[in-house]
């Protein structure tokens, strides 16, 4: 059968001072008025009944996710001892659904993207999961809009599938994060995709995958579920054997039988401010701005008005215990912040 399982792990580094370790912007109404995990888990269930719809994710945030999807069976969250990336969330999801079905396929989404196309994502999943059935891990990707550069690419080939408007192709190869040349080059040649992190796999492929690729590792996966509730110190100790690794760089790049599907999925992966400022219409909380064009303003204290004057291309965010000012072009680098926070033992803002 048919699985959606919902990566909800993250720290909420790149759009601090809104979001803090624990309240990644998964569990915030940054667009709209639900937040993005409600969206994400409404948008699944077209594709699946709420018994298949797994989530993982950290300790930190298990109160966040059973309080906000309430009518999923308390099973289906599955809690991480230990953060250790996509590839232990995957490998963690893997063998719980395994041992429930045996013939499971499953799609891993993440748990804060934007889709505004609800019909060609509903046609990528449908497609996807069909052909990953007989073997082949399937990704979706999304025609490349400007040259972004903080985002992956996959290499496309010939065309193998249709469906419902949508068309999957061979994968030639996964590409990193480009800079802007590369970047701007990938998009002109029209052979790359975005890379939307949103891969189907039969459970029992990516089990085999991850023997052949990190040895040892699906033991642990095995050990790591049984004894999460049974013994969480024992599970705690085994997962913390893992590496911390992407399931990318772990399984993705390595492996052979590999298709994308090229789908128009009106998607956004709010990664930084400057996507913010793309994704909503003008600026948030009591704001007034003099020459300030190409700026965007967040106030989160309602009784104090943010104002900028003369000042270009900035992101300026004002919460009740911090203040960020930073060019739009430099967003990426708010993780910076937040790692000499830490080590400063700044903790309270974190």
Request: glycine share 8%; hydrophobic share 45%; with cysteine.
């Amino acid at each position: 059968m048919y699985h959606a399982v919902i990566l909800c792990g993250g720290a909420g580094t790149r759009l601090w001072p809104l979001t803090r370790q624990a309240m990644p912007k998964q569990f915030l109404p940054l667009t709209s008025d639900k937040p993005l995990l409600v969206e994400t888990y409404e948008r699944l269930r077209r594709s699946a009944p709420p018994d298949r719809i797994w989530l993982v994710g950290g300790r930190l945030h298990e109160r966040s996710m059973r309080e906000l999807l309430p009518q999923l069976p308390p099973g289906n969250v599955i809690v991480e001892p230990i953060a250790r990336d996509s590839a232990g969330a995957v490998g963690l999801a893997m063998a719980r659904l395994l041992r429930h079905d045996p013939d499971a396929v499953f799609t891993a989404f993440h748990s804060d993207h934007i889709i505004r196309n609800g019909q060609q994502f509903d046609a990528a999943v449908a497609l996807a999961s069909r052909i990953a059935a007989d073997g082949p891990i399937v990704n979706v990707g999304a025609a490349p809009t400007y040259p972004e550069t903080g985002y992956g690419y996959v290499e496309r080939g010939r065309q193998v599938a249709t469906g419902e408007g949508v068309v999957a192709f061979e994968v030639i190869k996964f590409h990193e994060k480009p800079d802007a040349e590369l970047a701007a080059e990938y998009v002109r040649s029209g052979r790359f995709l975005w890379n939307v992190g949103m891969f189907t796999w039969r459970a029992s492929v990516i089990r085999d995958l991850f023997r052949q690729h990190q040895p040892g590792s699906v033991e642990r996966f095995e050990t790591t579920e049984r004894m999460l509730e049974r013994d969480p110190d024992r599970a705690l100790a085994t997962f913390s054997e893992l590496p911390r690794i992407s399931i990318d760089y772990a399984i993705l790049e390595k492996a052979t039988n590999r298709v994308v599907i090229e789908a128009d999925l009106g998607w956004l992966d709010v990664g930084d401010w400057s996507a913010m400022g793309a994704v909503r219409r003008g600026d948030s909380g009591p704001t007034v701005r003099v020459d300030a064009e190409g700026s965007y303003l967040w106030s989160s204290n309602p009784r104090k008005v943010l104002a900028a004057v003369g000042v270009g291309d900035l992101v300026v965010v004002d919460t009740d215990d911090a203040l960020l000012v930073v060019p739009r072009s430099r967003a990426q680098d708010v993780k910076r912040v937040v790692d000499e926070l830490k080590a400063r033992g700044l903790d309270a803002v974190l």
